[in-house]
């Protein structure tokens, strides 16, 4: 529904004016009519009356009889102002025809009005009056500098016009005479597209690059039109070869890399990009996050500084990553100040978290714990807040402390999914194992299509070496639900190898390794080499794990049963 001026202030702006010459300037898109181009028309007490009643019924929703009354009026004024009103107000009340009547009144008052000419276009079109449509838009591109571009422009016009295939009979009506213009084939091939005739859509867009092969536009939109992953970037990286200089194609080949997970092949297309664009934040941040997800700390590093040093863009997951990077490399004093600047938003908790655990790792477990207290009195309903500091608690061996604080929380919010897996692996740290299982076998209850408590329940069996069957189907049922995560990957090498099961085992917890470098899986990997007889290798992963978590328990604790 379109909204209308109050009636009360429209009276007033009637009433204070010596005819019409000063009344309220119509839509920005034409400009005010000249005042020797209005009529002279006095403003009669039954004009007034008229205008009123019209403007009254519209805003009582009776659009019928006010466009009507509108009509009526715009016959005996003329007056553009009354004559454009009287066109919105017919169109928005469905009487297309009087609504067409108004509007070619309308041009013939102000025949340079764009307004209006679109208004007629879209009555037209709704009409289904095609065929005067086109005769009506042809001679505007006939007269165009540009024939290509004025195609273009009459087809986003009708960009958001419901009926795609109207749209579609509309711009082949128009474009036969300059299909020798690359622009007429793009043109009906967005427009097949629009229809849902991709075939034909793929088609046009072919004889478009036919035309003019190194047209950006056109390459772009027929990877849109191919199926998604493999072929779209075939396409890409074989018309990249012959124009190598087009920077969205080529960003859009690098996004597609991304997605396919290729993200070396990417880090190459996206520092070509870089190198076009050296002050580019979205390049920096892009080959920053690539050089982290490929293992190149350094590179990373500098990316994401010259990221935040620019000061554009987000900020705050850059300045997290750079902590992380920090940590990694055991700068704690620099993590923590990285991790310290990140902001509101979906990276605070997670750097309030790291910081705790540098802390921790600086042997300040007061003052990490005091940061998260502090800001769980900020946000008690937060149950992040609370699994955060079990966790600091847990790493410090405080299980008992870890344990009563979960517990408590888990009695007010008993079927809190996350609370009640953080308070049963709490519960079988302090060895209460039947607890611990009965919150397992709830969490599977309330959350079953979740991996987490088939899990956690599956690994407590096989890491207590019970129950090997039934510990199994757990893990196994984890591994359909999530068949690509690490740690569950973990669990399943830990029951192969409770099984007896040692090159088995060692497969699959080398590929949960490499998807998650953990401490524990590396104690695993190396219990199950020990067990094999292969002792240096088990030595070389445990001092490899030792230097990066010199604090892990279970790696602390795997390392001193084989090596006193």
């Known amino acids: 529904m379109i909204l209308f001026a109050p009636v009360f202030a429209l009276t007033l702006t009637l009433a204070s004016v010596s005819g019409w010459a000063q009344a309220p300037a119509p839509a920005v898109a034409d400009p005010v009519p000249k005042v020797d181009r209005l009529p002279k028309q006095e403003l009669t007490a039954q004009i007034l009356y008229q205008f009123l009643l019209a403007e009254i019924a519209a805003q009582r929703g009776q659009f019928g009889f006010a466009a009507g009354a509108f009509v009526d009026l715009a016959k005996g ?21 009087a609504a067409l009547e108004a509007t070619r009144l309308w041009l013939a008052l102000e025949p340079d009005s764009q307004q209006a000419r ?21 001679r505007d591109i006939a007269a165009a500098p540009n024939a290509g571009e004025g195609l273009l422009r009459i087809l986003r016009a009708f960009a958001r016009y419901p009926d795609k295939a109207i749209v579609l009979r509309l711009i082949d009506k128009l474009s036969e005479p300059y299909l020798e213009l690359s622009e007429a084939r793009f043109a009906r091939a967005q427009a097949a ?39 779209q970037l075939e396409f890409l990286k074989g018309w990249l070869t012959d124009n190598p200089d087009a920077q969205q194609a080529r960003l859009g080949y690098a996004r597609g890399l991304v997605g396919e997970k290729r ?9 070509r990009l870089l190198a076009a664009n050296p002050d580019n934040p979205d390049m920096l941040y892009a080959v920053g996050v690539l050089s982290l997800q490929v293992g190149d700390a350094g590179d990373a590093e500098q990316q994401l500084k010259r990221f935040v040093e620019i000061g554009r863009g987000e900020q705050n997951p850059a300045r997290f990553y750079l902590g992380q990077i920090a940590e990694k490399a055991g700068r704690l004093d620099d993590a923590l100040r990285w991790f310290d600047q990140v902001g509101a938003g979906e990276h605070a908790l997670p750097a309030l978290v790291r910081a705790a655990q540098v802390l921790v790792r600086q042997n300040k477990f007061d003052e990490a714990r005091e940061r998260v207290v502090r800001a769980r009195a900020g946000q008690p309903g937060d149950v992040r807040l609370v699994v955060a500091e079990g966790h600091l608690l847990r790493d410090a061996g405080r299980h008992a402390e870890a344990f009563a604080l979960l517990d408590k929380t888990l009695a007010s919010q008993p079927d809190d999914p996350d609370i009640l897996y953080e308070t049963a692996l709490a519960a079988e740290k302090i060895g209460n194992l039947d607890l611990a299982e009965r919150h397992l ?6 959350k079953p299509e979740s991996p987490q408590g088939y899990n956690a329940l599956g690994y407590s069996f096989a890491d207590r070496n019970i129950r090997l069957d039934e510990a199994v189907q757990l893990i196994d049922k ?28 060692l497969e699959v917890l080398q590929k949960s390794y490499a998807k998650q470098p953990d401490a524990e899986v590396a104690a695993h990997i190396g219990e199950v080499l020990w067990a094999m007889g292969r002792r240096d290798e088990a030595l070389a992963i445990w001092r490899e794990a030792s230097k990066a978590y010199p604090a892990n328990e279970v790696l602390s604790s795997t390392i001193k049963r084989f090596v006193p």
Do not use: C
């Open 263 to 271: 993200y070396e092949d990417a880090r190459v297309e996206f520092r």
């Open 118 to 138: 679109q208004m007629l276009s879209t009555l037209l079109l709704a009409g289904g009056r095609i065929d005067e449509l086109a005769a009506s838009l042809a």
């Open 77 to 97: 004024t003329r007056d553009p102002r009354v004559v454009r009103r009287a066109a919105e107000v017919a169109f928005h009340a469905r009487q297309y025809d």
């Open 441 to 446: 076998r709830r969490l599977i209850v309330l």
């Open 478 to 505: 984890a591994l359909v639900l999530s068949p690509d995560d690490g740690y569950i990957l973990d669990s399943k090498g830990w029951v192969l190898f409770r099984q007896g099961k040692l090159a088995a085992a």
């Open 193 to 231: 597209a629009g229809a849902g005739n991709v075939d034909r859509a793929r088609a046009e867009i072919d004889k478009a690059l036919e035309l003019r092969p190194g047209w950006e536009p056109a390459a772009l939109f027929k990877t849109d039109l191919l199926p998604k992953g493999a072929a």
